[in-house]
């Protein structure tokens, strides 16, 4: 089985950093994925991560640990509009037909 | 570029009637397609994955079904629905299993 843990909700003031942290334990891993939803719309794509390190998006970047069955993603200079739920999302084997688990999102709140 | 379309965006229903959801993928071909259903304030729960046309594979029992009539067209189908139905549908596609899944708006789906 799978189980991904993510915190339900995180405050921050705009301009600041937020670093939302995703631990995971799956029975094979084949990519970790990280998605924004905000309230009411479906999630969309941000960031992917197969191999260790840091991937850098813009203002968003997204680290990964295999070993330690952890990733995070990093939003910096918060705006107003990142006010969303972030949800982590592992590949959890590698066949081929790209099952995601999800967790179950972080609450990101953005104050002015 | 491809896109994904799915309707309807809303959708009120009684209890014991049947349902009819459909997604279309332009701009692709062969596309992986998926169903999730999102209860509100949890997380993505896959229901049902295709590789291809007429190949669908279910991950939750229930009495829910799905069907891939044409490469880029998926349906979700009930001859019944439950009060337990109602939810957040979203549907997505991906390249192939190792790439990642983009979402239609989704069906926000009401049973009374």
Known sequence: GQNIDQPTEMT?????????????QTSGFNGLFWYQQHAGEAPTFLSYNVLDGLEE?????????RSKGYSYLLLKELQMKDSASYLCAVRGSTDSWGKLQFGAGTQVVVTP | SQTIHQWPATLVQPVGSPLSLECTVE??????????????GRGLQLLFY?????????????????SRPQDRQFILSSKKLLLSDSGFYLCAWSVD????????????????
């Open chain 1, 57 to 65: 998006k813009g203002r968003f970047s997204s680290f990964l640990s």
């Open chain 1, 12 to 24: 921050a003031t705009e301009g600041a950093i937020v670093q939302i942290n995703c631990t995971y």
């Open chain 2, 27 to 40: 701009g692709t071909s062969n596309p992986n397609l998926y169903w999730y259903r999102q209860a509100a």
């Open chain 2, 50 to 66: 295709s590789v291809g046309i007429g190949q669908i594979s279910s991950e939750v029992p229930q009495n829910l079904s799905a």
């Open chain 2, 97 to 112: 299993g190792d790439q990642p899944q983009h979402f239609g708006d989704g069906t926000r789906l009401s049973i009374l």
